[in-house]
């Protein structure tokens, strides 16, 4: 099953090549994949219950060996299938940790991973007091972001220690989430870090630099793939994904790190069991990095060729 994205024709292609059958959701009745999938579904991929439902009815005909979801919207529906079919993927727990900003950055600080400084908003009677203790205590300008949402919605950088514009961003970050996150800014080259993990370890896939709009909204304009690097930069954005992942307890699938080279080293924003990377891969080189996850699945001793020229820097 491939859960819907602006991507799913890369995906779907790279899973026919294998010969998989796939089946593709979207809320959309006329979704511009539709025509490329071999069976299609107008199921939203938040509807947790019909994906599962069309799961079981799946399930008493065809062999599922996965199900595959890029939007960060469809990380609940994964998990939820990957249980009930006891699916070769994550825990579900893992992919509900992914999606909760806050759980997760506690999760990566207790392990030790690098992360920007940071505190959390989970109860509105007590934004005010947090608020002011942001104020006092942390470097300008911060980042505020909804602790459950994806795709930067919600996203607002406070660039001055100002409480009334620290609250509009709260309540900004709000409208996507019951909870909000502020952190400290971090300085430097925003990097994508792509991998896949099988078994607990990180295979590399690519490193892309991205650009954003300066807007304070955090959009990015484009990214350049691979980023100019040295090797031993790479070798050490992939340590700290890896690590990432191990104690967010991740152990199957694409991922893609969120990391800032700051000038004291990286620093991880955000973790997502997908590749940011699938166009780009995909045009370059016939979905390779996707390719490569679906080949596991379906079995194939050799799925790590499809790997073998895969640019890492």
């Known amino acids: 099953i491939v ?6 024709v890369s995906a779907i292609r790279a899973a026919q090549d294998l010969g998989l059958f796939v089946v593709l959701t979207d809320r959309a009745p ?9 069976r299609f579904e107008a199921i939203d991929a938040t509807d947790v219950g019909a994906i599962l439902g069309l799961a079981r009815e799946l399930d008493r005909t065809l062999n599922i060996v996965g199900v595959h979801g890029i939007a960060d919207y469809a ?5 939820a299938v990957a249980a009930m079919l006891n699916l070769d993927l994550n825990h579900p727990d893992v992919y509900r940790l992914c999606a909760d900003k806050a759980a997760c950055r506690d999760r990566l600080a207790g392990n030790g991973v690098a992360i920007a400084r940071g505190v959390h908003l989970e ?14 205590g942390f470097q300008f300008p911060v980042v505020v972001k909804p ?5 930067g919605q919600g996203v607002v950088t406070v660039r001055t220690a100002n409480p009334q514009a620290l609250a509009a961003a709260v309540a900004e970050a709000r409208n996507y989430a019951d909870a909000a996150v502020i952190e400290e800014l971090a300085v430097g080259r ?5 991998g896949l993990f099988i078994g607990g370890t990180l295979h ?3 490193i892309t630099e991205r650009t954003f709009i300066d807007d304070d909204h955090h959009v990015a304009s484009f990214g350049v793939q691979p980023a ?4 031993a930069r790479f070798d050490a954005l992939y340590a700290v994904t890896e690590q990432a992942g191990q104690a967010l307890g991740f152990s199957q699938g694409p991922v893609t790190c969120d990391i800032v080279l700051t000038k004291d080293g990286p620093v991880v924003l955000e973790f997502s069991p997908h590749y940011l990377s699938l166009s780009t891969n995909a045009a370059r080189d016939d979905g390779a990095s996707i390719k490569a996850w679906f080949a596991y699945l379906s079995g194939e001793a050799d799925w790590q060729r499809h790997l073998d020229d895969e640019p890492r820097g």
Do not use: E, M, W
């Open 190 to 194: 925003h990097l994508n870090v792509d």
């Open 204 to 206: 590399p896939v690519a």
């Open 75 to 79: 990380f609940a529906a994964v998990g």
């Open 3 to 8: 859960l819907p994205t602006p991507n799913t």
């Open 123 to 136: 109860d509105p009677t007590k934004d005010g007091d947090t608020i002011d203790q942001a104020v006092c």
């Open 147 to 151: 602790a459950r949402s994806g795709s």
């Open 30 to 38: 006329d979704a511009a994949a539709r025509p490329y999938a071999d």
């Open 228 to 231: 100019d690097l040295p090797s």
